[in-house]
């Protein structure tokens, strides 16, 4: 059965004073999650909004809504951001890795 909602990154650290967040992307490269509106918490089950996202070297800096304080982006530390597979468009001929784990080579 196929996960609907992908591990796509972790929030390791805080940028600025104004909420935002680093986060290290464990997908194809930073520019990647930078298209998203929604992202998740929770293996999906807390939707939350990205109001503004960039790549920054080799991390993505995150603005999420409603965290808005330094204080308010270090309780998110070491989360993990949950991607919804219906929000991507793949190629064709690509795939999700989840997709090929046990199939027959």
């Known amino acids: 059965m196929k996960k609907?909602?992908?591990?796509?990154g972790k929030i390791v650290t805080t940028h600025g004073i104004k909420g935002e967040v680093r986060v290290q992307p464990w997908c194809d490269g930073p520019d990647f999650l930078t298209d998203f509106e929604t992202l998740y918490f929770d293996r999906g089950e807390k939707p939350f909004t990205v109001?503004?996202?960039?790549?920054?070297?080799?991390?993505?800096?995150?603005k999420i809504a409603g965290v808005d304080t330094v204080e308010d982006a270090v309780k998110l530390r070491n989360r993990t951001v949950y991607v919804n597979r219906d929000d991507v468009e793949l190629a064709e001929g690509e795939s999700f890795v989840q997709d090929l784990i046990g199939c027959v080579v």
């Open 4 to 8: 609907q909602f992908l591990e796509c």
């Open 51 to 62: 109001e503004r996202a960039r790549a920054h070297k080799n991390v993505v800096v995150l």
